[in-house]
């Protein structure tokens, strides 16, 4: 069910628009700029004037006339150079309410055309500590997962693991050069792992030999040989399991644990297809399709190197090939950093001349870098790149700070407040990522995130547990909730920023960006606020009112608590702070 008056009154000035024989891209409404006068405003005028050199006002007034007396219309009026104002009746909004608050979709509706779609996001690679850059991809991509879902799309999520390229090899190179051979591989956890990779790189660095066993190893490998794929497949599971806890405690989950290793069957048949279609072509030893069209040239895309071996760009089209031939996928969206951009484009490209995807919508989401308060890429106070665990239990500690100890409050132990911790540290990590529009980057601030007040997750999480206390109190006082009244602007303005959420959420999954569902989330906790300042649910003076408040009440945790969700981060019941507030 779609509860929208947005959507209601688009679809309302559509057909008027037909009826008075005027372009219907101009027939929608937005919420109005000046709310004290009215609800919601139409500025389609404005631009049909220009298409039909006529006076904006007039067409306006033409269009007014025929909302005049439309059902829920409280009042239509022209202002301006030509700014149809649409008010309300409040019977309208308070039936809408009561609707919404009977939906178990809280009035948001579902997308008409479902679709097959593959998330390609985390992207962390083997053996590599996992740090702050590779929590934008899993947050967002997490976050756009829950979106789609619930817009009702069918989604695959893959995390695509980085597993098949020259890093293994120089790890497999590092490993034998100090153990003589990989007789101890299997004993070794991620830690060492993590150790042979960063000397490893040292070593490749300063040494063109070692660079070259590396390349060696690597091919090897690739070739299939099975001593080195034995040690490699311990290296990539205890990866796997590492990746997967940091995963889990910032709640990010996927479906597929495909790796650049499980795309490797079908390089083979890419480079045959490129082969067949007479786009491949040798350029120093190695095998190529060159993408020069159009005016802006692209370097091209290396299908297999001089040395045998294939690239990111081929196992990223194998991948392709596979996603749309195995999942059938109609849409597969990368989230990565705009470091990329230039590979995906050369990718998308090579797949169109491979026609692998016909049809498919390819489409790469980049977003900007975690900074520092000095603007440069996130560190720690050393200076080294900034982990994943060390960046949560900073978070954890802070939230700590607001907390009581175990022991303090009734019923709450060690593990209860510790649970709490995690939710709320993790609330603060991923609100304070969420809640910037994904292409730009974002400064991780150190001392405001985990606040309980002003733009945090935890402020949201926080207004979420308020409202549960209010519904406690009015339970043991016998109130109920009941039918929405209107009786003062305070309600009035909450229960229009309520029939919102539909679009919200809309807009979100078609713009693919949760900071609008964020900056939604944080408005109506706002104006909740404000209602709450003024509206008094025990003390409404009557009992239809206090019923009707505790309504609305409840529709904002709820609406609330599904934003949350969207977002990827969990709504405790209680926040063991002082939630009693107020009433
Ligand atoms: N492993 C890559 C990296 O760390 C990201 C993978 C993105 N996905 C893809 N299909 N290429 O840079």
């Not at 009154?9 to 700029?33: R, W």
């Not at 479906?255 to 079908?266: I, K």
């Not at 230039?342 to 977003?367: M, N, R, S, T, Y």
């Not at 560190?379 to 060390?390: A, F, H, S, W």
Request: net charge negative.
């Amino acid at each position: 069910m779609n509860l929208s008056f947005e959507t209601e009154l688009n679809n309302l000035l559509e057909s008027i628009f037909q009826k008075l024989n005027l372009e219907t891209k101009y027939a929608n409404v937005k919420a109005s700029d000046r709310p004290d006068l009215s609800d919601f405003q139409c500025n389609g005028a404005l631009a049909l004037a220009k298409t039909l050199h006529k006076n904006p006002r007039e067409i306006a007034a033409m269009i007014a006339e025929n909302l005049q007396n439309c059902a829920g219309i409280d009042s239509v009026s022209v202002d301006g150079p030509g700014f149809i104002n649409i008010k309300l009746t409040n019977q309208a909004i308070a039936e809408n309410m009561d609707k919404i608050s009977a939906d178990a979709r809280l009035g948001c509706g579902l997308v008409d055309d479902p679709h097959r779609e593959v998330l390609d996001y985390g992207g962390p690679n083997v053996a590599k500590e996992m740090h702050v850059g590779h929590l934008r991809s899993g947050v967002i991509g997490e976050a756009i997962q829950r979106i789609e879902r619930f817009v009702g799309n069918e989604v695959t999520s893959d995390v695509h693991l980085g597993d098949w390229g020259t890093p293994m090899g120089m790890i497999l190179a590092e490993i034998i050069c100090c153990d003589g051979n990989l007789d101890k591989v299997e004993s070794y956890n991620i830690a060492q792992i993590t150790e042979f990779y960063k000397k490893a790189n040292i070593r490749c660095k300063e040494d063109e030999k070692a660079r070259e066993t590396a390349r060696k190893i690597t091919a090897a490998l690739q070739d299939g040989d099975p001593v080195l794929r034995k040690a490699w497949e311990h290296l990539r599971s205890e990866s796997v399991k590492a990746v997967e806890e940091n995963y889990q405690k910032l709640d990010v989950h996927f479906d597929l644990w495909w790796g650049e290793s499980d795309a490797h069957q079908t390089c083979g048949e890419i480079v045959a297809l490129a082969r067949r279609l007479g786009i491949a072509q040798l350029d120093e030893g190695a095998e190529i399709i060159r993408l020069e069209e159009g005016n802006k040239p692209k370097p091209p895309v290396i299908l297999v190197k001089s040395d045998g071996g294939y690239t990111y760009h081929t196992t990223d089209l194998a991948t392709i090939k596979m996603r749309v031939d195995q999942l059938n996928a109609q849409e597969i969206v990368y989230f990565t950093d705009n470091r990329q951009s230039l590979h995906f484009e050369q990718v998308f490209e090579g797949a169109e001349k491979l026609k692998i995807a016909p049809h498919v919508k390819l489409q790469h989401i980049v977003f900007g870098t975690v900074n520092g308060a000095d603007g440069k890429p996130f560190k720690t106070r050393d200076g080294g790149v900034m982990n994943l665990e060390t960046l949560i239990e900073i978070s954890k500690e802070k939230v700590r700070q607001s907390l009581p100890k175990a022991g303090e409050v009734e019923g709450y132990g060690a593990a209860e407040i510790e649970k709490l911790v995690e939710q709320i540290a993790v609330a603060a990590i991923k609100f304070q990522d969420l809640k910037n529009t994904i292409a730009s980057g974002y400064v991780f601030e150190l001392e405001d995130f985990a606040k309980f007040e002003g733009k945090t997750g935890p402020y949201i999480q926080y207004a979420v547990a308020r409202i549960n206390s209010i519904l406690r109190k009015a339970k043991a006082a016998n109130v109920c909730e009941g039918n929405v009244m209107l009786s003062m602007p305070e309600e009035r303005v909450l229960a229009l920023k309520l029939a919102q959420v539909h679009n919200v959420v809309m807009r979100a999954h078609s713009e693919k960006e949760p900071s609008i569902i964020a900056d939604y989330a944080y408005t109506l906790a706002q104006v909740f606020s404000s209602f709450y300042n003024v509206c008094s649910i025990m003390n409404a003076g009557s009992e239809i009112l206090a019923s009707s408040r505790l309504r609305l009440a409840r529709l904002v945790r709820d609406v609330l608590i599904l934003m949350l969700y969207l977002l990827g981060i969990e709504a405790p019941e209680v926040m063991l702070k002082a939630e009693n507030k107020g009433e």
